[in-house]
């Protein structure tokens, strides 16, 4: 075995983001003066929504404006006033037209005054309040307003404008990861997932979610549901058979976990599937826990959550950073339906839990048995004990309320189309430099793509290189080497729990020339390999 398998191997085990930083390191170390490392494994595009930063800058303008008046002692100044703030910005707007962002910021305000019929001294306070910082978050699940148009934003995104399921209470938190360790924590602790229960995942799926629940002060047992379906040609549709489906029938699941758009192949459940999960649901396992990161779905047209179809089943989890360029900002939600199954469970509990839980949130409020469970998940966020300081940061809440609005505001859809576009073009460019046909799967987000490299040795060389290749090696060997000889870092699926001989391809981080580069230097890798097997067999 030569000395470039033995390294590979020994990475076998780490995560596939562990993995990744090793061959950025090798990547890196091998580059030539003429040729640049192209790191397709992180998921952070390389596009920023632009027009909402501008609008948060010039926000932040105005509100020390507001500040200085108030106090004015040179580098200290004192606290924005509520009182008359809006007709102050109305005067600012008018003589600052050439700050760029200041029209935009003005269509925000004037959507929270007019469509959202909110009072216009203190929507505005809110908001300069809010991006000086200088108050806790209050409440300290989001603030009020803000809340209510990241709301509008979320129906209008995930839920196709379909207001029948009710309103969700949102909590706001530091991106998808963050809400997905607060939701396993809240779920451990008031004892709706008590250690070692049985719990369903999606797959493939973001590693952490595998990782979490593996954890040895929980240690639950994984049902994974298999996306396994092919089409008529043997090629991964990226969806989930009926027979896989069918497992969710067990009462003994107490929960779901997926990621919808999924990650990594970054494709949207179908609608017979859909529909078929909230048959399953109603009829088999109402009591279902659902917990669905939905941070894809606006790069899907049409898209639809599970927390539209199965309200009373389903948290939602968004993440702004994929879509809006915002991946350093953390910005996320968590959305319960105000009538949901976990406040249900939590009721039905037996005495002596229910005990221990009012005991935990007793210096909360006066009446914890009926505490809900998104406040629940607020103060555990905080352990508890140190809720009063629970809560993401008012500015953070500023541009989320920003990026939503923009959106709101942009009814042709303008925003949307472009990055979608974006995707598209980077994917044709990729299975352009494969030199294989790119085929369009209904719901594909195109923001990653899943490359299964066994079924395409299968379909494109001759019969018994597929063979060879898996006797010989390993899929890291291959990752391995297209880092050592390329400089391109890509991921293995395996970690994602995608197919052993699959690799993901993030479509976002790159310029457009790069994908087609990594589909030759692939194709070229595979050749090598091809020309090693010729020459083996004489």
Request: glycine share 6%; charged share 30%; proline share 5%.
């Amino acid at each position: 075995m030569d000395e470039l398998k033995k390294e590979s191997r020994q990475l076998e085990r780490l995560s596939p983001f562990e993995i990744k930083d090793k061959l950025i390191d090798l990547a890196k170390g091998k580059m030539k003066i003429t040729r640049t490392m192209l790191d397709a494994g992180r998921g952070n595009p390389n596009w920023i929504a632009a027009a909402p930063r501008e609008a948060f800058f010039a926000l932040g303008q105005f509100a020390v404006k507001e500040s200085r008046l108030v106090w004015d002692d040179g580098d200290l100044a004192g606290m924005p006033s509520r009182i008359g703030i809006a007709e102050r910005f109305n005067k600012y707007v008018k003589e600052n037209q050439q700050i760029p962002g200041i029209r935009l910021l003005k269509e925000i305000i004037d959507y929270g005054i007019n469509d959202k019929q909110f009072e216009p001294d203190e929507w505005v306070y809110e908001l300069v309040d809010g991006i000086i910082g200088d108050n806790y978050p209050n409440p300290d699940r989001m603030l009020v307003k803000i809340e209510q148009v990241v709301h509008d934003f979320l129906s209008k995104e995930l839920c196709g404008q379909d207001t029948s399921s009710g309103t969700f209470d949102l909590f706001a938190v530091e991106g998808a990861t963050a809400a997905m360790c607060y939701i396993f924590e809240s779920l451990y602790k008031n004892h709706l997932l008590p250690r070692g229960s049985k719990i369903a995942v999606m797959v493939p799926i973001f590693p952490p979610y595998i990782e979490i629940p593996e954890l040895p002060n929980i240690a639950y047992k994984l049902v994974k549901i298999n996306a396994t379906e092919l089409d008529d040609e043997g090629n991964h549709t990226w969806q989930y058979p009926d027979e896989e489906l069918d497992k969710l029938r067990d009462k003994d699941i107490k929960a779901l976990f997926l990621v919808n758009p999924s990650n990594t192949p970054s494709v949207a459940i179908k609608k017979e599937s859909i529909d078929y999960i909230i048959r399953i649901v109603k009829h088999d396992n109402p009591n279902l826990m659902i917990i669905s990161d939905d941070v894809y779905g606006t790069f899907v047209e049409g898209f639809r959550s599970l927390m539209v179809d199965l309200p009373f089943n389903t948290i939602g989890v968004y993440s702004f950073s994929k879509y809006f360029g915002v991946t350093g900002w953390r910005l996320g939600t968590i959305a319960i339906n105000q009538t949901n199954v976990f406040d249900q469970l939590i009721k039905e509990l037996p005495a002596e839990d229910k005990e221990v839980l009012n005991r935990r949130y007793a210096s909360l409020t006066e009446d914890p048995e009926n505490l809900k469970f998104i406040d629940r998940i607020v103060a555990d966020s905080r352990d508890v004990a140190m809720r009063h300081t629970a809560g993401l940061s008012t500015p953070q809440q500023v541009q989320m309320a920003l990026f939503s609005i923009f959106a709101l505001l942009d009814t042709k859809n303008e925003y949307k189309q472009k990055a979608i576009n974006i995707l598209h073009r980077r994917m044709n460019l990729l299975y352009e430099g494969l030199g294989l046909p790119k085929k369009h799967l209904p719901n594909d987000a195109d923001y990653y793509t899943e490359i299964d490299l066994e079924i395409w040795c299968n379909h494109q060389y001759e019969k018994g290189f597929t063979d060879y290749l898996k006797q010989n090696y390993k899929p890291i060997d291959i990752l391995y080497r297209l880092a050592e000889k390329s400089s391109i870092v890509l991921l293995g699926g395996e970690g994602f729990l995608a197919p052993a001989w699959s690799i993901r391809v993030s479509l976002a981080n790159l310029n457009d020339e790069a994908y087609s580069r990594i589909g030759q230097e692939l194709k070229n890798i595979l050749d090598d390999y091809l020309k090693e097997w010729k020459e083996a067999k004489g």
